[in-house]
T-cell receptor
Framework: GENVEQHPSTLSVQEGDSAVIKCTYS??????FPWYKQELGKRPQLIID?????GEKKDQRIAVTLNKTAKHFSLHITETQPEDSAVYFC?????????????FGIGTKLQVIP | DGGITQSPKYLFRKEGQNVTLSCEQN?????MYWYRQDPGQGLRLIYY???????QKGDIAEGYSVSREKKESFPLTVTSAQKNPTAFYLC???????????FGNGTRLTVT
């Protein structure tokens, strides 16, 4: 089955600096890679996603890159703000036999220091 | 906000008892999922379902059971066979392939 590895598990940055979180996946059949943000005590919510036919996607301060050959994808947050502090999860979706299985990484706890 | 409702928010049970967690969605989504969240372990997939009356085991299905009798409902039963049932459980749904998951607010289960 699919295995998604995520690192680092914790990340502290100064406000205004950039943050990068990296994930690798094992199953080459995975073709959809969403990123979720979970604030303390709340549900995970999608912040950005990328499909396997795209190499990069950007939405304001957030960008995601995908390298299908190396099977890794990364989240980039620029000009970080205190409200970016949260746990971030990467995920990989594989479609098999009519089912869409979504596997998550272990999460990265991001702390933005004012 | 609306969409997926999990109940109750907190649940306490004695060891050896089965317990059922509710998940209802009004988004008309086909796919539904159950994840377990433990500190430092991310979200681990328990069961998932694409259509009514059909579901698949996830990565940690042992000690759990589900049903999908209606499109909008996907209850999870934590049985006494689950060795470490205390955890935060998240239900999610998705409309189609390559679409993001919509999560409920979760149920925190404590078994003593």
């Amino acid at each position: 089955g699919e295995n998604v590895e995520q690192h680092p598990s914790t990340l502290s940055v100064q406000e205004g600096d950039s943050a990068v979180i990296k994930c690798t996946y094992s199953d080459s059949a995975s073709n959809y890679f969403p990123w979720y943000k979970q604030e303390l005590g709340k549900r995970p919510q999608l912040i950005i996603d990328i499909r396997s036919n795209v190499g990069e996607k950007k939405d304001q301060r957030i960008a995601v890159t995908l390298n299908k050959t190396a099977k890794h994808f990364s989240l980039h947050i620029t000009e970080t703000q205190p409200e970016d502090s949260a746990v971030y999860f990467c995920a990989a979706e594989r479609n098999s036999g009519g089912y869409q299985k979504v596997t998550f990484g272990i999460g990265t706890k991001l702390q933005v220091i004012p | 906000d609306g969409g997926i409702t999990q109940s109750p928010k907190y649940l306490f049970r004695k060891e050896g008892q089965n317990v059922t967690l509710s998940c209802e969605q009004n988004l008309n989504h086909d796919a539904m999922y159950w994840y377990r969240q433990d500190p430092g372990q991310g979200l681990r997939l328990i069961y998932y379902s694409q259509i009514v009356n059909d579901f698949q085991k996830g990565d940690i299905a042992e000690g759990y059971s589900v049903s999908r009798e209606k499109k909008e409902s996907f209850p999870l039963t934590v049985t006494s066979a689950q060795k470490n049932p205390t955890a935060f459980y998240l239900c999610a749904s998705s409309p189609s392939y390559n679409s993001p998951l919509h999560f409920g607010n979760g149920t925190r289960l404590t078994v003593t």
